[in-house]
């Protein structure tokens, strides 16, 4: 698996802030080697968290080093679509994380989340989990090292 590309959703920028593996680790490697994305939405979440704990934790240096994706028209299109399939299925999802999974397929971007059991409702949506970012990362390190 390569990583060109990847959007971040919330719960791994909270883990990353707070230090908890494997989200740091593999959060911390992404941001070095990869292009980096976060939806509006997600930096929503994470400012709305800021403000309701009334406590700076890092947030505004760590959204600079990452292009932030807007809710626009077509990811808009797109998130009623979903929404309405997530519900007749008896699979919602919420809104909010709708949209981010909306953002993500708009633009062709995996998702790097801990709360792969939920995005996993999102047919088509790419998820990925640190563990996975981790084990990719050991692989590298044994190829290079044989």
């Not at 971040?8 to 994305?37: C, H, M, S, Y």
């Not at 807007?70 to 990811?75: G, K, L, T, V, Y």
């Amino acid at each position: 698996m390569e990583l060109g590309e990847i959007c971040i959703d919330t719960n791994v920028l909270i883990a990353f802030l707070k230090g908890r593996d494997p989200a740091a680790t593999a959060l911390e490697w992404i941001v070095r080697n990869t292009q980096v994305f976060v939806t509006a939405i997600t930096a929503y979440e994470l400012l709305f968290g800021v403000a309701r704990a009334n406590r700076r934790i890092g947030e505004d240096q760590l959204l600079e080093v990452m292009a932030i994706l807007p809710f626009d028209a077509p990811s808009a299109a797109r998130a009623a679509t979903l929404h309405d399939a997530l519900i007749r299925s008896n699979q919602d999802i919420g809104v909010k994380d709708v949209m981010i999974a909306a953002i993500c397929q708009q633009h062709d971007l995996p998702l790097l989340t801990l709360n792969e059991r939920h995005f996993n409702r999102v047919e088509g949506l790419t998820i990925l989990t640190p563990e996975q970012i981790l084990q990719l990362l050991d692989s590298r390190s044994s190829l290079q090292s044989d």
